[in-house]
């Protein structure tokens, strides 16, 4: 636990996509570009297994974004993550999050970092990332 006074920030990375890719995927499909592509992967995850969530996490972690920074009083890192995607699903308390782009509700697939350790939001709850185990 971090002194009093201190908060503990959960920082959300989400894979999206730009206006532009919006429309070629309006006009071209889902094979229109490989990124278009990977964020139609992206969003099947939740029929996937978590398996499957971090496998694509861990493989395409080059396309996320920071997108929101959630901050809470001090916990632990699984309480943390279980209320970042509270405040992120309900956005009951604007005042806690900090926006940093256009972003959607926590989902299978995002990525939280807590002081440098990487978690994936999970079918069920959350998963810790290992990058050394990419392929």
């Known amino acids: 636990m971090r002194p009093e006074g201190i908060k503990m920030k959960v920082h959300v990375f989400q894979f999206n996509l730009t206006d532009m890719e919006r429309e070629e995927l309006e006009h071209l499909g889902w094979e229109a570009t490989d990124r278009i592509s990977q964020w139609g992967e992206k969003r099947l995850l939740q029929i996937a297994g978590d398996e499957a969530v971090a496998e694509f996490a861990t493989a395409n972690i080059d396309e996320y974004e920071l997108v929101v920074t959630v901050e809470m009083p001090d916990t632990d890192e699984w309480t943390a993550l279980e209320v970042a995607y509270g405040e992120m699903n309900h956005w009951a308390n604007p005042d806690s999050i900090t926006r ?23 079918t069920f709850g959350f998963d810790k990332l290992n990058l050394g185990e990419a392929a």
Not at 104 to 120: H, K, P, R, T, Y
């Open 100 to 122: 940093h782009r256009i972003c959607a509700s926590m989902s299978v697939g995002d990525i939280c970092e807590i002081n440098g350790q990487l978690f994936v939001c999970a």
